[in-house]
């Protein structure tokens, strides 16, 4: 079953990164396993997967502890920090994609612990939303460039949500160009609707959740 669905999901990446005259190897497919067991995460590990996002510093706490057996596996926190909460995330989590404020920032780094982040941005008017906006990202750019622990990879983005994978497009772009402009090399773009439209913009690492997994059940 899930030897399937992940045969389906590279087969997606391969013909996008084909399309855009990319390289396979130039793309992480990172699974998102929010709300499946730690079972789950064994089994896609001895699929071969080994970077995995999650949303929740709680639910990942217990399940953490259930994978210490999973040598060279990466696990990425790509759900809101909150501050409070940064000792325990630096001590589950490998790569923090939601970075979006310099006190965050100044939080993880406080751990003295090296840890690679990313700086989720913010490209719609919708106010629910995390991320920090497009013109506060040159500033913690060089805040997080000055935290002697932190690895700044590059920027991470969510569009609004939608059916199509098109109208995702735009977003995309914008992230590319603000990316560029920043001298960044990562862009963690796409969820499984939408993962084609995103490597054709750029995107170096893909966030697949139901493609691989399933629905979710709802909270
Ligand atoms: C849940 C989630 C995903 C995965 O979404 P799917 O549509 O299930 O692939 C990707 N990114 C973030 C930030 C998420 O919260």
Redesign the pocket.
Known sequence: MLKEKLEQVETRIANAAARAGRQRSDITLLA?T?KFPAALIREAYQLGLREF?E?YVQEFEGKRAELTDCEGSRFHL??HLQSNKSKIAAEIFDVFQTVDTQKLARRLDAEQKPLDVMIEVKLSAEEAKAGAAPGEVPALVEVIRGCPHLRLLGLMT?PPWSDDAEPSRPYFAKLRALADANGLKQLSMG???DLEVAIEEGATIV?????LFGP?KKA
């Open positions: 998102v929010k996002g949303n790509i759900g969510m969820m499984s609707h966030r697949i959740g139901t493609a979710r």
